[in-house]
């Protein structure tokens, strides 16, 4: 979005006179440098002057904290438009909704079949998204690396989900990585396929009657196998209480279960595709929406580091928008910030508090990779003890807490070292069109989603399962987790709903 365009949609949200007035615009942004992207204005007694990123500065990633009705939001659609309407590829993660509807009105005519729409709520429509999906004609080191990949993708979102269920810790980490790489020797495993292994006594001999890995056969005949009963419980009861919650939802079901995704995440990265998902707490609950946003930001990771196979003028730049981040934060994504930009991944996180995130150590990482950090007004103690240092001495103790709506203070130090300057949000006066959202949503469906006659043989039928060295030309049957009966000795306990 051009500064000239944009001058006739944008108005002011911050009076005059304010804190943030007395900390002027560093040098740098008056000479002129060119803005890949706007992100508010700094007003200095009379002078006004655009406040955004290069190029450069926008692939060490942004970092913005902010209190509920303070600017957050209103700062990254502001963003999102600009990315929109210059023909980037991004996704946004909205664990609310509000946002990810709202930008469904403002997507241009030529990029109405980029957009994907993810609404797991849609339930007629939904989309399919196997965590467990390997990439097409992969042999020898490369199926073993993708098999890696994904298993630790996999146990990082489980691990994020229920980082507050201590169920055994690394015992039960290492039956499910063995249940997850016997899973991938399967035509189609999807997350549920790990769920039948522990649940089901008859599944799982089949299973291992036909694996060709001594190691992962050693596993399931001797220490599985061997064990007493209750040690069985113990074993695979926090796992199956984990995942088995998911089959009692619709949503869930419905887009985890098809063993076949219906978007290719490689293929939205390099072909600058708008994935756009509503992930709205409300509709979902708490969990199912963590599960999501944490699948999502997993698939673009693997999808990520895959791009190491193609040379790096081939990597086309993406942008990740992520609505609070510590919803879905892994340690393992959190750790790749510093790398992400070999891979062209370049992000924007938003937080209401620091204090939200469960592990102190991820906040420390976060501030260690980015170069550029907004703050907005916050009444965390917590975040003006983290922010402050990189402000003073310009700002004093208390600012923080006291700063207008949609005001704010940013340190811009990607490239250059700036001094942190203050600034005042942006906000469209555009209404959108409704008509727009309504095209692109029957765009999406028809072009990434599968009607529910077809995604719900998921749920008819019993599974049989098969080894992908032996692919067979028989239709795979699927299970219906939510009504099969668990006979197995292995756990008696039921999932938790």
Not at 26 to 38: D, E, N, R
Not at 211 to 228: Q, V
Not at 232 to 244: E, Q, S
Not at 388 to 398: A, E, N, T
Request: hydrophobic share 40%.
């Amino acid at each position: 979005m051009a500064s000239s365009a944009s001058a006739q949609v944008v108005t002011e949200l911050s009076s005059p006179n304010t804190s943030t007035e007395r900390m002027p615009a560093p040098v740098s942004l008056k000479s002129g440098k060119k803005l890949a992207i706007k992100i508010g204005e700094n007003h200095h007694h009379e002078t006004i002057t655009p406040i955004g990123l290069t190029e450069a500065e926008r692939e060490r990633h942004m970092y913005i904290i902010g209190g509920t009705g303070n600017g957050k939001t209103t700062m990254l659609f502001y963003e999102i438009l600009q990315d929109i309407r210059a023909g980037n590829g991004l996704a946004v993660i909205d664990p609310h909704g509000d946002l990810a509807e709202r930008i469904l009105r403002y997507i241009p005519e030529d990029r109405v079949k980029d957009v994907i729409y993810m609404n797991p709520d849609d339930l007629m429509y939904p989309i399919g998204m196997n965590l467990l999906e390997l990439s097409p004609d992969l042999t020898g080191d490369d199926l073993l690396h993708e098999k890696d990949l994904i298993t630790e993708a996999t146990i990082s979102v489980l691990r994020k989900i229920f980082s507050d269920d201590d169920s055994g810790g690394h015992r039960i980490e290492y039956v499910l990585r063995n249940a997850i790489q016997t899973a991938l020797t399967l035509e189609e495993p999807t997350l549920f396929t790990i769920f039948e292994l522990l649940n089901d006594a008859k599944f799982r001999r089949k299973v291992v009657k036909g694996l060709e890995d001594k190691n992962l056969k050693d596993f399931w005949s001797n220490e599985i196998g061997k064990a007493g009963d209750m040690q069985k419980v113990k074993m695979a009861a926090g796992i199956t209480a984990k995942i088995g919650r998911f089959l009692f939802s619709a949503s869930a079901r419905r887009m985890l279960e098809q063993p076949k995704s219906t978007i290719n995440f490689e293929d939205v990265l390099a072909g600058k595709k708008i994935l756009i998902c509503n992930f709205s707490k409300g509709l979902l609950g708490e969990d199912t929406s963590a599960l999501f946003g944490t699948t999502v930001l997993a698939k673009i990771q693997t999808a990520a580091l895959r791009r190491a196979r193609i040379g790096q003028s081939d990597r086309s730049p993406y942008y990740l928008y992520v609505d609070e981040f510590q919803n879905f934060a892994t340690t393992g994504f959190v750790q790749m910030l510093s790398e992400a930009r070999k891979y062209k991944l370049f992000l924007t996180m938003a937080e209401q508090s620091t204090s939200q995130q469960d592990e102190q150590r991820l906040v420390d990482i976060i501030l260690a990779n980015v170069g550029t950090v907004v703050c907005f007004r916050s009444g965390s103690p917590a975040d003006e003890r983290l922010v402050l240092p990189l402000f003073m001495p310009f700002i004093d103790q208390g600012e923080i807490a006291n700063l207008p709506a949609y005001s704010y203070y940013v340190r811009i130090s990607a490239v250059n070292a700036q001094e942190p300057m203050s600034g005042m949000t942006i906000v469209v006066e555009e209404n959108g069109s409704e008509s727009t959202a309504e095209q692109v949503l029957k765009s999406s469906r028809e072009l990434y989603a599968k009607r529910i006659e077809v995604a719900a043989e998921a749920e008819i039928i019993e599974p049989e399962p098969k080894p992908i060295k032996k692919p067979s030309t028989k239709r795979k049957p699927k299970t219906n987790h939510a009504t099969k009966k668990a006979s197995d000795e292995l756990s008696e306990m039921k999932p938790v709903a």
